[in-house]
Structure formats: structure tokens, C-alpha cells
């Protein structure tokens, strides 16, 4: 499928070139420098793939897909690719870090995310870039949140999926042992999810309201993480009728409030310590509560447990 | 007490052994904590299990608005038939009531019902037997996704993926049918070359070849269906005096093949060509009444999908399958390219080149509204379309009518039209209005020279004619004298006619024509 409409630097024309596949080979991260600044021409462009000059035959490091020009990265830089604290999460280290997930379905891009492609002695794995301005989960990850609770072979519920970018990068960290139900009222976004879930197998599709659990009740077992990120006023009840339903005992939540979106005029601290009052009188204890800055203006990350396993007195 | 549970997999009934248990709703949970506990306090009484995913996408849907699906009700007929006094659990409340109404079974829902269902949930697996847990696992996803697609609304005539994928095989079909037709013409044109000359039409020339095969075979077949008759006349006399080489019956038949393959293939571009313009006009009527089928399947199977199109700016529409114009344009700080695709739409193409860029703007601009339309819009028809395209047509013609009328002024006065005048790229000096003293070119070239030649001698008649008349009167070097100052004096006379002449290019070259031949004249008398 032909990509949006950007050009890229250096390069004459559209043609397929190396590794050139569905995903789309990232515009540049730090935006698009206006043509004519630099040394009369594109060659001087960061990040355009690397590609000094026209007519250079494939250089550096073209086959693997998904090089060019990310975020200050150039293209065919060697990058290394270390596990992050939480399993399932990757960083990405070159001249800028970023935080990425192993893709489950490989040169196949999401939502136009970057690629990194790293060989393994003899195994290629892909990557995909991560977007904290994009992504809530990224953005706490980055927070330095303690735990989220989603790691391999983990049966999430994923409220509020949106258009499946998110839900993605969970799918990435649970794997093929692992199940994500998505939950999405919109119809527009709805279709999105669908041809996200029609690529990856571990990703259910489910187009009802959060609102009304028992509707969609045929199609989910009990699941061991809810992650919320609905963005209602009444969305500590729509995560407790829930994990009423699905949620394990002893399993967590994981949710993202705004609190624009509960209360507009009261103080976004008042906010927070509201909807964990709310939550707590609901069964649900929180452990932990994290602001998303710099990447989201009065957000705030709450993580709990469900039904706590009683502790065992000695 | 008895439960009913909806799976994925179909509906279950389970009894429950233990009532007393359910009273402590707070400790429900400990006896589901293992598989073996929980068979103690319920058991599997019926499992029903649906037959295909149609009828699990009923039995979904129907739980979805809260209804009773006949499969439900024909377990609960069966149920009440059996045990009409248990009273049965169920999870949504909604459909207690519709059950009661119907069936008049008594239904409970109730916090204790709710601990009840999530405890069956957690082991589903170990309580229902005889059913894997990948077999759960598939129809769960199969079923999510076709409640999906039947909430969406998800037609299959509406998927432009069809169509992207028929233009790019129209495409290949012509590549491979031009690479069969000339092996075809190469291969046969070794046994009977003069065929290829006497008939130019590709298909034409491979239903001959099949029709007939060997040369000879040429004057007894009929062709009548495939040529018309004076060609047929000719293939046949080129056909006895051919001076290609025999070739063996083997030889011919592999040929035949050829055209055979060739024929078929031809026949299914029409067919698949027809294929196009039906999807097309289904999934998109209003681009496909703005622009033609073929062009809006270009510009979709370009974009990618009709809901990328429709993400374009209309500007974006307008060079779409230009870039490498375009962005060469962009590097260099050029004129960028004022079409793409669009240039191959019936209404650029009829119009003066001059006009192509504008038109080529305005329907740019209609067309990405229709795209828009089409592809997120909820009813398909093709009124919109037909609408936008009026406005442009009628926008044309009045680009083209605007540069006959004055745009300020009467209206009924008509602009002057500009004299011809031939604009090469290259400029020329053209140094005649430098002086209105008559020039003379020494060099002549040598149409002038003819030219003057012929013109001499129709010269020379008149003044011959004249000298007779004269003849009477004078006689000897007189009379040549005579003769010079009489042709002089025309000369001169005609001269002062042609001068009186508005100066213009021509009168200015048989001006000097005249002076030429005046030289010449004087060069030949001397």
C-alpha cells in the first residue's frame, strides 16, 4: 500500500527501492526541514535515509526494512537493542534512545511507526518504535513507573483501543501466549482495530460499549490486567463493572485518567485523589499513582490490584 | 439451582450441587479457586454447541440487544420440560425478564449471581470437558470478528481492495498480451511475413493465424468472419506468392497454441475490464462519474485504499502520479507539474492544451469532494457526482467562450483576434523596419533566384507584346533604348505602386524582387 505523501530526501521518485514494503519508512523525526535551507539542494537533510547524494547503489544497510531516517537517527546506523526493566520492552540505543517492542508481525508497519531492524547472529528481529506522545503506556514506561502488569503470555483488557496503535505495541509485549480484547464503541476507529486484529491473531476485536460489559460477556474469559484509557467522567465505574465481570482476583488495573475529561474547572490533583477514592470503595486498591509529564498536560497513570489475595498472618 | 452461561463455543447449563455455598457471596471465590473444586459446587448439565459461526453470530447479536435466539429458547423448552421449578441464573437481567415472559421460568440476577458467573468463568475450561481450549480460543476470535463486521456494517462489495488489485492485473495483462502478440507476429512472420504488413489489428492477426495455420491452407479456408473482404483478397494472393519458409505440421501447431493463449487472454482483459466499471461504479459512483472508471481505479489502487484517497488534499488529487515530476521540480526550484493521473480524464483531454492546467484544477478540486463523499459518506448514490460534474463543464465552457468575448466593454463587442504570426522559440531579428530605404541584399538565395527567373520571363513576355506595339514606330538601338527606358519607367511605376503599398513583409520582398531583377536587367544588357 503506497504510504502518505511525504517526500523523501534525496531520492528522485517513488520507485520500490530495497526493502521497500508496506510500512512506511518514517518521515523524519524531528519534522521536516523546509527545502533550499541547507547547502543548496537535500543532500544535507538528517535522517533522509542516509543518502548522501543520488546514484549511490543501496547504501548502507537498505535491505533491512524499516532503516531510514528515524528520529535523529540516520539511516544504516548501528543501533543496539537492550531489554528494558519491564519484560517485553525494549530500548533502542544510538544517538537517541527510544523505547520499542519486538514486532509480532514483521515489515509490516502500524500506524507508520519507525522500524529497526537488528540481526541476531543469524536471526533478524524487527522492532517497532514506540511513541510516548502517542501512547499513555509509553509515556508512564518512560515515567518510570514501577509496574504495568502487561508482560508475555499476560490476558489483557484493553478499553478505549481506539484505533489499535496502542494496542499494537500490547499485543507486541504479550505475544502469541498472551490475548488482548479490545474494547472500542467508534465505528470509525472500530474499522482501524478490525485490520489491526486481522494481522495479529492475539488481538480480539470487540465493538460495544465499555459501558455495558454483560453485552459483550459471550466473547471474553477472565483476564489478568485491564488496561483503562476511555477518557469518560464515569470511567471508574465503567473499569469496575469491568473487572466485576473479567478481572481476576488478585489481578491489576492500569488506568489513565484526564482529568480535563472528569472535572474541567476543579484542580487536577483534587481530580486524581477523587477517582482513586472511587476506585477504592469499588474493591479496587490502587498501588500507584504517576503524572505523564513531559508527554501529556494533567494525566496521570494509576496502577492497582483487584481483590487482593488476603495476606497470610504468621 | 441451575446456570446459564454463554460461551463463544455455545451455550452451557450448569446445576449447581451446593446451595448452601452461595449464601457466603464473600468466600464464593475460594471454591472456584481449582478445577476439582469447582465440579464440586457446579456441574455440566447441557452444553449446546453451535454448529458454524452463522449461527453463533445470531445467538451473539440476539445477546447483544438482550433478545431470546431460537436456539436459546429450544434449551430452555427442554430445560422447563425437565425441571420447571429450578429457578435459573443468568447474567443479564434484561433477558431474565424476556425469559420469564416467554418461557415462565423464574430467573435470578443478583450479586450472588454475579460472584456465581465470574467463578465459572475462571474455569470454564475445567468445566466444560470435551472442549480444548484452542478450539474456545478460535471460535472466540471468529466469532469477535464477524460481530464485528455485522456491527459495522461491513459489506463486501464495498472493499476497494478488489479494485486495487483488478487494475494492477489489467495492467500485467497488457504487458504479457503485447509481449505474446509481437513472439506471435515474430514466429509466424518466419512461414508467411507478408500477413503482418497486410494486417495491422493485433487480434485480427492472431484469429487468422488460428483460423488457418499453414500457408497453403490460405485460398480453400474462409476468413470472411474475421477480415473484411478486400483484405481477405489481399492475405490470399500474398499467400500464393509468399517467400517465407515451409515449416513442419509441429511447428504450426505450437504456433496455434500461441494464438490460442493469446485470444483467451484478450478475451478475459474485455471481461475483467467490465468487472472494473461494475465494481467501480459500486464502491465509488460519484468518482467514477467525475473522472471515468479507469482513472479513479488508478487513483485508488495509487493511494492505496478509497479511505487513503479521501485523505488528500485536493491539490494532492491533482499531481497524484507526478511525484518524480514533482519533487524534481521542488529540488531544482522549477515549475512543478500541474497534472498527474488526472490528465488522462475525459474532460482535460478535450480541452486546449492551454486550458489543461485549469481545468485539470477545478476538477482536481470537484473530484476530491466526490472521493470524500464516496468513501465516508453513507448512501451510494450518484447524484453528487453528477452535480460537481456539471459545474465543471459549465466552467469550461466558459474558459473557452472567455477569450472570444471582452471581459470589459459592450458585451456584444468581440475581441479582435491576433494576426498569425508563427512563434518559434527562436527568436529572430527581423531587420526590415530598421529603415524604409530599400535595401539590397547581395546574396540571393535560390528559390529567389527561380523565382525571378520565372518572373523575368513573364516580364519579358509583357515587354515583348509592348515592343511589338511599339515595333511600327521605331526601329534598331533605338528601339532597344527605347524599350530599356520604357521598361525603366514601369519599373519605376511599379515600383511607386508597390510603395504606395502598406509596408508589409511580402510587399517589401517583391519589392526587392523588382530591384532585383532591375539589377539583373542592367547586368544583362551590359
Not at chain 1, 6 to 20: E, I, K, L, N
Not at chain 1, 178 to 203: C, M, P, Q, W
Not at chain 2, 304 to 313: E, I, R, Y
Request: proline share 4%.
Amino acid at each position: 500500500m503506497r504510504p502518505g505523501f511525504s517526500p523523501r530526501g534525496g531520492r528522485g521518485g517513488f520507485g520500490d527501492r530495497g526493502g521497500g514494503r508496506g510500512g512506511f519508512r518514517g518521515g523524519r523525526g524531528g519534522g521536516f526541514k523546509s527545502p533550499g535551507g541547507s547547502d543548496g539542494g537535500f543532500r544535507g537533510r538528517g535522517g533522509g535515509g542516509g543518502f548522501r547524494g543520488r546514484g549511490g547503489p543501496g547504501r548502507g544497510g537498505r535491505g533491512g526494512g524499516g532503516r531510514g531516517g528515524r528520529g535523529g537517527f540516520k539511516g544504516g546506523k548501528k543501533v543496539t537493542v537492550e531489554p528494558h526493566r519491564h519484560e517485553g520492552v525494549f530500548i533502542c540505543r544510538g544517538k537517541e534512545d527510544a523505547l520499542v517492542t519486538k514486532n509480532l508481525v514483521p515489515g509490516e508497519s502500524v500506524y507508520g511507526e519507525k522500524r529497526i531492524s537488528v540481526e541476531d547472529g543469524e536471526l533478524k528481529v524487527e522492532y517497532r518504535a514506540w511513541n510516548p506522545f502517542r501512547s499513555k503506556l509509553a509515556a508512564a514506561i518512560l515515567g518510570g513507573i514501577d509496574q504495568i502488569h502487561i508482560k508475555p503470555g499476560a490476558k489483557v483488557l484493553y478499553l478505549g483501543a481506539a484505533s489499535g496503535t496502542t494496542v499494537s505495541h500490547v499485543s507486541d509485549i504479550v505475544g502469541l501466549d498472551g490475548l488482548v480484547y479490545a474494547v472500542e464503541f467508534s465505528h470509525r476507529s472500530g474499522r482501524d482495530l478490525i485490520n489491526v486484529a486481522k494481522k495479529r491473531t492475539n488481538i480480539i476485536p470487540v465493538i460495544e460499549d465499555a459501558r455495558h460489559p454483560h453485552k459483550y460477556r459471550m466473547l471474553i474469559g477472565m483476564v489478568d490486567v485491564i488496561f483503562a484509557d476511555v477518557a469518560q467522567p464515569d470511567q471508574s465505574r465503567i473499569v469496575a463493572l469491568n473487572a466485576h465481570n473479567f478481572l481476576k482476583n488478585g489481578g491489576h488495573f492500569v488506568i489513565s485518567i484526564k482529568a480535563n475529561c472528569i472535572d474541567s474547572t476543579a484542580a487536577p490533583e483534587a481530580v486524581f485523589a477523587s477517582e482513586v477514592k472511587k476506585m477504592q470503595q469499588e474493591n479496587m486498591k490502587p498501588q500507584e499513582q504517576l503524572t505523564l509529564e513531559p508527554y501529556e498536560r494533567d494525566h496521570a497513570v494509576v496502577v492497582g490490584i483487584y481483590r487482593p489475595p488476603p495476606k497470610q498472618k504468621k | 439451582m441451575l446456570v446459564l452461561f454463554e460461551t463463544a463455543a455455545g451455550y452451557a447449563v450448569f446445576k449447581v450441587l451446593d446451595e448452601k455455598k452461595l449464601q457466603e457471596v464473600d468466600s464464593l471465590w475460594r471454591e472456584f479457586e481449582t478445577p476439582e473444586k469447582a465440579n464440586k459446587i457446579v456441574k455440566l448439565k447441557h452444553f449446546e454447541k453451535f454448529q458454524d459461526t452463522t449461527e453463533a453470530l445470531a445467538a451473539s447479536t440476539a445477546l447483544v440487544e438482550g433478545k431470546l435466539s431460537k436456539n436459546l429458547k429450544k434449551i430452555l423448552k427442554k430445560i422447563v420440560a425437565k425441571d420447571a421449578h429450578e429457578q435459573l441464573a443468568i447474567a443479564d437481567a434484561k433477558l431474565g425478564g424476556v425469559i420469564k415472559d416467554k418461557l415462565n421460568l423464574s430467573c435470578i440476577h443478583s450479586p450472588m449471581v454475579t460472584e456465581l458467573m465470574r467463578g465459572i468463568r475462571s474455569q470454564i475450561e475445567g468445566l466444560i470437558t470435551g472442549l480444548p481450549s484452542r478450539e474456545m480460543a478460535a471460535m472466540c476470535l471468529g466469532l469477535a470478528h464477524s460481530l464485528s463486521r455485522y456491527k459495522l456494517k461491513f459489506s463486501p462489495d464495498k472493499v476497494d481492495t478488489m479494485i486495487v488489485q483488478a487494475i494492477s492485473l489489467l495492467d500485467d495483462l497488457d504487458k504479457e498480451l503485447n509481449n505474446y502478440i509481437m513472439r506471435c507476429r515474430e514466429w509466424y512472420g518466419w512461414h508467411f511475413p507478408e500477413l503482418g504488413k497486410i494486417v495491422t489489428d493485433n487480434l485480427t492477426y492472431c484469429k487468422c493465424v488460428r483460423k488457418v495455420g499453414d500457408r497453403r491452407n490460405f485460398s480453400t479456408s474462409d476468413l470472411s468472419e474475421v477480415l473484411p473482404e478486400e483484405i481477405e483478397d489481399d492475405v490470399k494472393a500474398a499467400a500464393e506468392i509468399s517467400m517465407g519458409t515451409e515449416v513442419s505440421e509441429e511447428d504450426i501447431n505450437n504456433i496455434l497454441h500461441l494464438c490460442d493463449q493469446v485470444i483467451e487472454i484478450s478475451q478475459y482483459r474485455t471481461q475483467l475490464y467490465d468487472y472494473l466499471k461494475n465494481r467501480m461504479m459500486a464502491i465509488a459512483p460519484n468518482l467514477t462519474v467525475m473522472v471515468g472508471e479507469l482513472v479513479g481505479a488508478r487513483l485508488i489502487a495509487h493511494a492505496g485504499s478509497l479511505l487513503n484517497l479521501a485523505k488528500h488534499p485536493a491539490s494532492t488529487v491533482q499531481i497524484l502520479g507526478a511525484e518524480k515530476a514533482l519533487f524534481r521540480a521542488l529540488k531544482t526550484k522549477r515549475d512543478t507539474p500541474k497534472f498527474g493521473l488526472i490528465y488522462h480524464a475525459s474532460l482535460v483531454g478535450q480541452t486546449a492544451a492551454k486550458n489543461k492546467g485549469k481545468i485539470s484544477r477545478m476538477l482536481a478540486a470537484k473530484t476530491a469532494l466526490t472521493i470524500r463523499y464516496d468513501a465516508l459518506g453513507e448512501d451510494s448514490s450518484a447524484e453528487m457526482g453528477a452535480e460537481n460534474r456539471l459545474k465543471v463543464e459549465t466552467r469550461l465552457r466558459h474558459l473557452e467562450e472567455k477569450g472570444i468575448r471582452r471581459i470589459s466593454g459592450t458585451g456584444k463587442a468581440l475581441a479582435r483576434a491576433d494576426k498569425y504570426q508563427h512563434r518559434s522559440e527562436v527568436k529572430v531579428y527581423d531587420p526590415s523596419g530598421d529603415s524604409t530605404l530599400p535595401a539590397v541584399p547581395k546574396k540571393r538565395k535560390i528559390e529567389e533566384v527561380e523565382e525571378e527567373e520565372t518572373q523575368v520571363t513573364v516580364k519579358a513576355k509583357k515587354i515583348k507584346v509592348e515592343i511589338k506595339e511599339e515595333a511600327d514606330v521605331e526601329e534598331g538601338e533605338l528601339v532597344k533604348k527605347k524599350k530599356k527606358k520604357k521598361e525603366k519607367k514601369q519599373r519605376a511605376e511599379e515600383e511607386a505602386a508597390l510603395a504606395e503599398e502598406p509596408s508589409t513583409s511580402t510587399a517589401v520582398e517583391s519589392t526587392e524582387k523588382k530591384k532585383k531583377k532591375k539589377k539583373i536587367k542592367v547586368e544583362q544588357e551590359d
